[in-house]
């Protein structure tokens, strides 16, 4: 069993009587990749907003390798935000669009340091040419790229401090299909071939199954299910879980027309 | 159309006006507007050197004459020619409106930023002034400060922009801290950005578009109400030939001499028009008509 | 669906351009050709679907029949019930919007007014046809039980802000069809939905289009959701018809290679995981077809 690197136990966010998010825990442990599924309003981005710092829990713990964010010492939350790197969903806002490229992809091994101008050079080049764009390009600014473009520049920029673990929320939501299934496999082959742990936060249950491992199910700010994604999509316990699967189009006319017939039916006999 | 074939165009806003202003397809009414706009900069570094005659010299033979083959525009009641001083009168009138508007912008973006990375208190603090200031029309504003101060241009230029900044901080505050909430500035804050860099380096540089905006907009008021206040009187003393004060001194003569008070006047109206026209131009342009990528 | 009946919508190589005077783009000379040459029928009760990613043109296409965006060059021929539609005066297609053919967007929260009652904007399509306000309230009542609106009669007087997404879907369906439309064109009507809203939504979409022998132009860039919906459908890509095919064939034997690669990069919950979603590219570059990006 391998290492726990983030804990999230008992989280939970409330806006005044509004709870964003009630009592949820769950692991990531090292190597794996964990979905986190939930419709609008399920508080999957809460989450993650709590996990890099951008909102605070109203309680609950989050820990890093056994060390509890809220007591660490200075150094440790640098080695967090060294370790922990997070992808945004919208790639026409998450750049910075008067950056040149060059600059955006910098911009992280800069404010961590330790990065000598030559090595930061060699990792951008690097990571730029693995990810499929071209070292002309780091003179461009974001508003030359397509969507799928920027979320490569994106994952690029998460990529450059050597990360343990990757946040993403929903990174391809936004995205084309085509362009979702080049971003998604490279996310795979990224996370092969780096050994990251991936927290996937996404709507999408068919992109998760894709990508994801164990998957964890979240509804109106509580934990559904639990479970790997054979277990929770081949035998889901909780009614939610169900009606999610169910309500998951498949590209198969016949099968759908047949589903499609049998739920009118359930509804005109209402009627 | 791939990235690599795609026109490399500039993202810097000056290039973006640039290229929408005078690229094809440009509204005549903007171009003229721009035109217009560029002949007063012209004239407002180098009117003096232009002028036919001294602005200042007093030329009792020559008094009152009407614009003719010699004095083109007239002349005024101590036979200065009015063409001359309103060329001599263009830097005082442009350029100090210019100081005001950058004066101003500058001091309300300081305070801006200053709020905008401020804890909470601060920022309500400092807003609360500024509402306080705007509540005050700025005209009776800087009239009241001028009292206070000798009679000037300088004076005028001071009290306006003490009277103005208030209201580029407020507007500039707005746009920083929408644009503090933005994806990119979160991402750098995740990073560890401290904030006095994130606002620097990511929250300012985007929001100066809106900056310029609002402060070429300004630019156009300002020239009427720097000339307005010199009018009332509290600008430098007469042999002054900034616009406003030229119309005051030609007031006694508005039905026999009109020509003292017209021609500055309507200088006053061309500038503002035109100014006025480039900044909502600029202000169109601005507006994400193209913004994403294809 | 009716087969063999005359078309109720023929469109005869369609193109929309942006003309050279309102181009943006910076680019010089000429129009901008957005769609080109696109051909199509729709049949009484017949449910198409027009299927592309963004930047493919498939809601211009759709918005051109009611001529929503006057600034475009259309050319080509759009004929409803035989009456030709491109270049007709503007009176003969505000008599068509909202009586004949219906149309609802994307997102129910904009098209629908804040500060007007539902009942009031249910009704407006009959109001504005001199319909007495008192007759087509009672029809929007009906017309939102008809849609499982609960306690229709009392909501005529609630706001939109008081209703959830898939509910507000509801009531600006219920505006479309209370003119008893023959077309009704759904411009990404679930796009910005919950899975099982978004489910509901297409449900009722179907329910009404068989039961009322409603004619249904469905445009969307999720492959998955129009399989269980549309008996034809048409893949566009850059503003062209790239495949034209009756649901079953396109999804056994799609032709094109674009076609192919989009079925192939859908991620599915019954397929393997191990095995690699397909790109787009890959298709388009064994085929000798434009790559992008």
Known sequence: MSEVLIEVAGLTKRFGILSALDNVSFELRAGEVLGLVGESGSGKSTVIRCLV??????????????IDLAAATAAER???????QMIFQDPYSSLDPRMTVQQILEEPMLVVGGFS???????????????GLKEEHLSRYPKHFSGGQRQRIAIIRALTVEPKVLLCDEPVSALDVSVQAQVLNLLRDMQKELGLTILFVAHDLAVVKYLCSRVVVLHHGIVEEAGTVDEVYGAPKAAYTRELLDAVAEPDPQAERARRAARLKRLAAIR | MTIDNAPFDRVSFVGVLSRRLFGRGGPVVDRLALVMVGILLVLAVVGPWLAPHDPYAVDPIASLEPPGAAYWLGTDDTGRDVLSRLLAGAPLTILSAVAVVVGSTIIGVFVASVATL?????????MRCTEIFLSIPSLVLALGLTAVLRPSLTSIIIAMVMALWPATARITRNILRETMTSAYVEAAKIMGVSRLRLMLRHALPNSLDAIYVHASMELSGTIVMISGLAFLGVGAPPPSADWGSMIAQG?????????????PGLAITVAALAFGLVGDAIRRINDPTSGRAQ | MTDGAAPLLEVERLSIAVPAGRRIDGASAGDLTLVSDVSYAIRPGERVA??????????????????LDPGLRLSGSIRWDGRELVGAPEPVLRGIRGADIAMIFQDPMTALNPVLTIGEQVAEPLTVR??????ALARAAEMLDWLRVPRAKERLRSYPGEFSGGMRQRVVMAAALIGRPRLLIADEPTTALDVRVQEQVLDLIVEQSSELGLAVLFITHDLSIVAGLAHQVIVMYRGEFVEKRDVDGLFASPRHPYTRGLIGSIPRLTSDPSVRLSTVDEYMARNGGAADE
């Not at chain 1, 101008?117 to 990810?131: D, F, S």
């Not at chain 2, 401020?118 to 400092?126: M, S, T, V």
Request: charged fraction near 25%; hydrophobic fraction near 40%.
């Open chain 1, 53 to 66: 710092g951008l909102a605070q829990q109203t309680s609950g713990r989050i820990a890093y390798r056994g």
């Open chain 1, 78 to 84: 640098r080695q967090y935000r060294r370790d922990v």
């Open chain 1, 117 to 131: 101008a030559r090595q930061r050079q060699e990792r951008i080049l690097h990571l730029l040419h693995r990810l």
């Open chain 2, 118 to 126: 401020a804890p909470r208190w601060l920022d309500d603090a400092l």
């Open chain 2, 251 to 263: 007031q006694d003569f508005i039905t026999t001499a009109w020509w003292i008070s017209l021609f």
């Open chain 3, 50 to 67: 027009l299927v592309g990613e963004s930047g493919s043109g498939k809601s211009l296409t759709a918005r051109a029949i009611l001529r």
């Open chain 3, 130 to 135: 001199g319909v007495p306000k008192k007759e």
